[in-house]
DNA sequence: TACCGTCCCGTTACACTGTAACAGGCGGGG
DNA sequence: CCCCGCCTGTTACAGTGTAACGGGACGGTA
């Protein structure tokens, strides 16, 4: 669990500390961490805001060097596969996965639609409520999407001093 | 106008129902349903499954006349912020809105990947879930989309009995 | 009547999102 | 060595969504 000394320059997320998890982890399942993965999860943990593919695949272009979306699409699929980051469908972007919900709890986004911040959190008691609405139900669920898009504490206190 | 005395034929909605609700809505709102605005509505709710635009455009169009994805759109827009129809942001396809969920709370689609099947359901637990998430958070929401994609009860047993 | 503004809709054009199909490279195992 | 699986590059294409412009319908106003 080492963090660096500064966690990241202007970074929004530990880009250090998720490729460090993500190279125990392919290793543990015997997973391949090519540089396209590496560069992809590097380019998203790197920004503050949500990314899309072609985002991604223009950061990780050079002059000579151009990355199609389709790889992209590729690497993503892999790393959202392996929970190192997650796809917000509201947005067809992906952020980092934050890890706080290790306890297999599945994630909330709230999303600013001011300023594009994500925050992934959890909470037991969604958890629960969705539980029950399933088992009510008879529904085997296979993914859970839980998007809120509004306005962040920041934003709500910039708004209100400007406005 | 007259509807059959049996609800819908093969139809998933009341759509006959619905087409009511908009055209109350709107001469209380002021609104104008039109032919483009209601022939989407119909179509939407003449569907068991979520349609996409282009979908419903295709179903629209007739031989000589055909309707741009772009009208859709429009029309998708107005009966989506009239609350006539929800937006599936796991899918990109559109649902009439069943009104179940009628006392503000946000609604809770459970969407099935065998038959395509979608349910609207609501809860009050994790209602209260989210709000206490997003009081703890500072955040204030301005849309709320909560998917589950999954199986449904009836092809769980489908797929039991089949093997 | 003429004029004006608004709303709706048709049209074109365009950007973004996502997948299918095929080919080449690279490494491991027979 | 060949075979096989995986990854990546390339092309092509389908689906999603919006911007911009123009025209028609309609109501209000002079």
Redesign the interface.
Known sequence: MDQPAHPDHACGHDRAGLVARAERLCRERGLLFTPLRQRTLEVIAGETRPLGAYDIAERLSLPGRRVAAVSVYRALDFLTENGLVHRL??RNAFVPCDHSHSGGESA?F?I??ACGAV?E?T????????N???AR?????????????????AC?EREGAEG
């Open positions: 469908a509201s909330v709230l600013c639609r925050d959190t909470s037991a008691e969604i958890e629960r409520g969705l029950r609405t399933l139900a008879g529904f085997r669920p296979a993914s859970r999407i839980v998007e809120i898009e509004g306005e962040c504490g709500q």
